[in-house]
Nanobody, 124 residues
Framework: QVQLVESGGGLVQAGGSLRLSCSASERTFSRGTMGWFRQAPGKEREFVADIRWNESSGYYTNSVKGRFTISRDNAKKTVYLQMNSLKPEDTAVYYC?????????????????WGQGTQVTVSS
């Protein structure tokens, strides 16, 4: 059973930073895609960012471009999300996602594996 384990969530003031980490239990995604979704209370789950195994830069939803940076360490089977200049509207549960293939259409059902989620709360 492949597992994704997230860490790094917490409470931060607006303008602050957090770094999320997600480690995979297997190398299933070494040539696939890893990334992050988030879900705020009362809202649908939304794509945040992802990165392909052979690329050094990721893809982002417009609302986080210039503030969030995704990176991955294939040797450690880990993906990171550096979140800077956080805003109250970034408050959500953040889910690590992964797929063994290169995901083109970045919708939730195209990622086969999900972590349990980590809470990020940004106070104003």
């Amino acid at each position: 059973q492949v597992q994704l384990v997230e860490s790094g969530g917490g409470l931060v003031q607006a303008g602050g930073s957090l770094r999320l980490s997600c480690s995979a239990s297997e190398r299933t995604f070494s040539r696939g895609t890893m990334g992050w979704f988030r879900q705020a209370p009362g809202k649908e789950r939304e794509f945040v960012a992802d990165i392909r195994w052979n690329e050094s830069s990721g893809y982002y939803t417009n609302s986080v471009k210039g503030r969030f940076t995704i990176s991955r360490d294939n040797a450690k089977k880990t993906v990171y999300l550096q979140m800077n200049s956080l805003k109250p509207e970034d408050t959500a549960v953040y889910y690590c996602v992964a797929d063994s293939s290169v995901v083109v259409n970045r919708v939730a059902y195209n990622y086969d594996y999900w972590g349990q989620g980590t809470q990020v709360t940004v106070s104003s």
